[in-house]
């Protein structure tokens, strides 16, 4: 507490005085801040995020996650070349907003990454090409275009490219939470993956991945889906499906030309992981949304299209492989001429579990 702090006096503060003064000094002695005069930092009349709104250009991060390719290794040590996506307003922690972390991995042809787990939730989206897969407690998975795939809390995982290509995609954490709570946990796998098969559908996608349909063998809810990869054309489906609705004049989607769908678990109907919500989103061209709070913070990227975004203040045009975050209580406005997919994960189970949880959209009828 400086003295300036300690003397000056504002509203509803104590008179100025040299037994003040020796009060505050016993408090910084002992190490005590008295809440009067920290009251509106600690308790602001709505949220007032550290992180920034920030948009990072697909086309700006794929040469250098290349140039890494060329320069950076991948095996024990640094075990994953993973480039995070640091947040302007974290004063340089490698964190997309205080909740949540993002990062580009790159994987070179016919590389392996070997396997470990740790206690963060992770998710992988694939925003173009193909050829890796990804290994989650033995099952191999296969990543393409527009999947979703899931690699729960101490979990082993490791990831193997059978192309002659290289892969990069959109990695999804809850480190800066697990970092901040003290509970995180690490432990390396073997070398090479489990399983270096190809299957074309992993054993949790035969066992879990059919509509509606629950295993009578796996009856006990999971804080974590079971599901390994969601897949695009499921997802496509849905929102095609939801718009064709609307143009029927049926019920269906979120606000007029905008399609979106919320991946869950099928044990609770609940968010695929305990800290993490994942959606798609499909606005078709013409449209805009309604200008939409939430506590929390989100990550958002461009699967196709064209668009310009509105977080707070800012304003950017948007197109393929983009990524933006949307820190809490910061007002998103999405439009699109040509149309527009996006892909987004946001830290709102936390809050809502912690009963913190708020929403409010504008109307502007």
């Known amino acids: 507490m400086t003295e300036q702090k300690a003397t000056e006096q504002k509203a509803g503060q104590p008179e100025p ?3 003040l003064d020796e009060l505050y000094r016993g408090f910084e002695k002992e190490l005590l801040v008295p809440l009067w005069t920290e009251i509106g930092d600690l308790m602001p009349t709505q949220p007032n995020p550290a992180a920034q709104p920030h948009v ?16 950076v290794p991948v095996g024990r040590g640094g075990e994953r070349r993973a480039i995070a996506l640091a947040n302007p307003g974290l004063g340089g922690a490698p964190y ?41 407690n033995g099952d191999p998975v296969a990543m393409r ?6 690699t729960p809390g101490w979990h082993f995982h490791g990831h193997h490219n059978t192309a002659d290509r290289p892969m990069a995609w959109l990695d999804g954490l809850d480190i800066p939470f697990v970092h901040h709570t003290g509970s995180a946990f690490f432990e390396l796998g073997p070398d090479e993956v489990t399983d270096r098969s190809t299957p074309p559908k992993s054993r ?7 509509p509606g349909l629950r295993p009578l063998s796996a009856l006990d809810s999971t804080q974590s889906s079971p599901i390994a990869a969601y897949r695009w054309e499921h997802t496509d489906a849905a929102l095609t499906d939801q718009l064709a609705l609307e143009d029927e004049g049926a019920p269906g989607v979120l606000e007029p030309g905008h399609a979106a769908i919320r991946y869950t678990n099928p044990t609770t109907g609940g968010d695929v992981l305990p800290t993490i919500r994942a959606e798609f989103h499909r606005l ?11 506590v929390g913070s989100a990550v958002w990227q461009v699967f196709t299209g064209q668009g310009t975004v509105r977080v707070g203040e800012r304003e950017w045009p948007v197109e393929r492989g983009d990524l933006f975050v949307v ?16 892909f987004r994960f946001s830290d709102t189970p936390i809050f809502e579990r912690l009963g913190q949880g708020r929403v409010h959209v504008e109307d502007h009828s």
């Open 17 to 19: 005085s040299p037994q």
């Open 56 to 71: 990072w250009r697909w086309d700006n991060l794929l040469p250098l996650a290349e140039s890494a390719g060329r320069l």
């Open 96 to 136: 997309a907003t205080p909740t949540l972390w993002a990062a580009i991995q790159y994987l070179g042809p016919r590389e392996v990454a070997p396997e470990h787990r740790h206690s963060q939730n992770a998710f992988r989206f694939v925003v173009e090409g193909e050829g890796v897969w990804t290994v989650v």
């Open 145 to 150: 275009r527009g999947d979703f795939l899931l």
């Open 204 to 210: 949790s996608e035969r066992l879990w991945a059919h």
């Open 284 to 294: 078709r061209p013409g449209a805009a949304t309604a200008t939409r709070r939430e």
């Open 327 to 342: 820190p809490s209580w910061q007002p998103l406005t999405l439009s699109t001429g040509g149309g527009l997919d996006l």
